[in-house]
């Protein structure tokens, strides 16, 4: 089955370290996103790629950084810059030129806790 | 810039109507979803509407759109303990943008 695959699901991270959060699709989606959910403030975007080899920042891209060198995957880094990067992170993608009542396709999250 | 509100707690008790509601700011708001989370999981799409509608049924959900006011909403008829659950509105202007989200509902039921 196609879907689109988050990992690992929880991890920690020490202070001043970098990390990487995968993000993976076989939905042949050519757009992917990354959401990042705190309690009671819903989902801000953090970074998008309409296309391979193309990105976006977001709201609150700011510590973060993407690269999207295959159309399956869509790694996101946090970086040492990034102050709270305690939070659960949304990885979604959208098959661009699909019908709009499809909606995003979610990964299941990665919980990410900085010890 | 575009915005989405939504209160953020909703208590009904089992086999009773949930009724949650929703306001956007962008008045070219195309495309509107709503969209389900469980604990510990992603977003599961539950239903969406467009802007030229006005309602929206399928199956217990249904889908207000008050376009004139802004005003969205998802009523749950037959509410069960499953559907406890944060439910999020989400608007999109075109194809190729990124959806915005409100913060989300969470809805809680008991029986």
């Known amino acids: 089955d196609g879907g689109i695959t988050q990992s690992p699901k929880y991890l920690f991270r020490k202070e001043g370290q970098n990390v990487t959060l995968s993000c993976e699709q076989n939905?042949?989606?050519?757009?992917m996103y990354w959401y990042r959910q705190d309690p009671g403030q819903g989902l801000r975007l953090i970074y998008y790629?309409?296309?391979?080899?193309?990105?976006q920042k977001g709201d609150i891209a700011e510590g973060y950084s993407v690269s999207r060198e295959k159309k399956e995957s869509f790694p996101l880094t946090v970086t040492s810059a990034q102050k709270n990067p305690t939070a659960f992170y949304l990885c979604?993608?959208?098959?661009?030129?699909?019908?709009?009542?499809?909606?995003?396709?979610f990964g299941s999250g990665t919980r990410l806790t900085v010890v | 810039g575009e915005d989405v509100e939504q209160s953020l707690f909703l208590s009904v008790r089992e086999g009773d109507s949930s009724v949650i509601n929703c306001t956007y700011t962008d008045s070219s708001s195309t495309y509107l979803y709503w969209y389900k989370q469980e604990p510990g999981a992603g977003l599961q799409l539950l239903t969406y509407i467009f802007s030229n509608m006005d309602m929206k049924q399928d199956q217990r959900l249904t889908v207000l759109l008050n376009k004139k006011d802004k005003h969205l909403s998802l009523r749950i008829a037959d509410t069960q303990t499953g559907d406890s659950a944060i439910y999020f509105c989400a608007e999109r202007e075109q194809a190729g943008t990124a959806l915005i989200f409100g913060k989300g509902t969470t809805l809680s039921v008991s029986s």
């Open positions: 790629s309409q296309i391979v080899n193309d990105f």
């Open positions: 939905l042949n989606h050519d757009a």
């Open positions: 979604a993608s959208f098959r661009s030129g699909g019908r709009n009542s499809d909606g995003y396709t």
